[in-house]
């Protein structure tokens, strides 16, 4: 599956191989929401122009099956699905550091300085930056604190009253964008910055959704019988969805090592491909910068997470 990159991919990544950071993650920890070390990789190509990407193979140093050099951030304890800011120059995503009682949405330099907790109560899960990266957007349960306590890791336990939110980039001017007692999350923003893309459980099982900034019109966008979608981002020329889905059957049945395939589809619900066949666990994919790649992790036998380059 590891395809072409870049010329401006290759030298990025041999520029900045030094630079390159990673996160801790626990791999029980949100399945429904995209790993993190998938962001990591796309610092590395974070400032790919599209328009000046002429293709050439991988760097020898990805392709060999050498590690490029990782560095572990400082002072954020346990965490998962953290992306980059516009300007790559800060991230969100979950954490857990002393005295939280739960994980909460935090934003942070990508040298571990600047920590902010952007909420304090119920239970948080996915977020992801506005392209102005003025504005964040994220999910929590905060305010349906007389619904059980769920798990955002078990797909048939999903957290009931799971909302998205906006907010700036302190907290503040939160607006919320949906209602309901179901579960909405796993967020991400158009780069028009005029809509979003987000997994709901409102038609009575997960699909795709999309609405307005504000969250108004939703419109459902996926309609797939058997098969339970989520994880969804955008390319750059905010048609092509890529995403992944387990079947149904797999996830209620409990299967350890629960299959993934993953699926691209226009943000008009039309033009359903699937990407992956293989039958084992392909999840958090992600677009990459050129528009023409994405990456995404594989697991392979027993128990290895490994990020793979795609076209």
Known sequence: MISEASNQMGKEMKEMKNAT???RYEAVRHTACALSVVSALILLVGSVDAA???????????????????????NLGPGAEFYFSPDGTHLIGDAKRDGDTSYYVYTLAIDGTDIRRINDKGDDACSFYFP??????????????????SNYSNPSDYPQGAELYTSNLDGNYVKRLTNNNVYDAEVSVASNGKWIIFGSQR?????????????SNPVQITHLDGWEPGGSFLFRDDKTIIFRAW???????NKKGLPMELFTIQSDGTGLKQVTHDGGTNWSPFPAPDGHHDVFVRVLPPHNYEIFLAS
């Open 132 to 149: 102005d990266g003025k504005r964040i957007s994220w999910t929590s349960t905060k305010d349906h604190p007389e619904l059980a306590k």
């Open 247 to 253: 079947r149904s059957e797999d996830a209620k049945a």
């Open 203 to 215: 038609s009575g099982k997960m699909e795709l959704w999309r609405s307005d900034i504000d969250g």
């Open 21 to 23: 950071v990673s996160f």
């Open 52 to 74: 000046q990407s002429p293709v050439i193979p991988v760097p020898p140093a990805a392709a060999d099956g050498r590690e490029l050099p990782v560095h572990k951030i400082p």
